[in-house]
């Protein structure tokens, strides 16, 4: 059995590879000659729930469900952490596309966590927000900027009300 601490050392390893892929084949799914004939099928959704999570193309499924388990190979070693990393990502995948950015969230504790607002965004925007967990990827190839724009004009339109 593997200590805690390496337990969610290699759940985090595992969540910065599936990020990784992620954030860069979900952003060639958005390329306008393959967007319709695979990745539309999720965005028919503005507003993302729970389930929803899972609705998409089967090619989908297979090209960005790689990388979930690119770490599980990799860094696996115990079927507790086989676990518990599918536990973790089903978590934050269903949070993510719950539509609530719920305050008292211990996923919000995460550093670089996304959570439903970035993902919320990326469905009402369709474009930027690619990653699936942490923002670092949108920042570091600016696909964020309409997003922080979005933030910026919310916060003043929040202060003007007030």
């Known amino acids: 059995m593997p200590r805690w601490y390496m337990l969610l050392a290699r759940c ?17 799914l958005h390329h306008k000659r393959i ?48 676990w518990a990393w599918v536990t973790i990502r089903l978590i934050e995948t269903i949070d993510v596309h719950s539509g609530y950015d719920i305050p008292l969230n211990p996923l919000n504790l995460i550093p670089f966590y996304a959570g439903s607002r970035h993902h ?17 990827w949108d920042r570091i190839f600016g696909t964020d900027s309409q997003f922080t724009a979005y933030n910026e004009k919310m916060k003043k339109i929040e202060k003007k009300m007030q």
């Open 120 to 136: 919320d965004f990326h469905h009402m925007n369709f474009i930027g927000n690619y990653a699936s967990t942490f923002t670092w």
């Open 35 to 82: 967007y319709k004939y695979i990745h539309k099928v999720h965005h028919e959704f503005q507003a993302p729930f729970g389930m929803e999570a899972e609705y998409a193309h089967p090619l989908e499924t297979l090209i960005l469900g790689t990388g979930f388990f690119i770490g599980i190979m990799l860094l696996c070693d115990h079927v507790i952490l086989l």
């Open 12 to 28: 985090f390893g595992c969540a910065v590879i599936e990020d990784t892929w992620h954030y860069f084949l979900h952003r060639l």
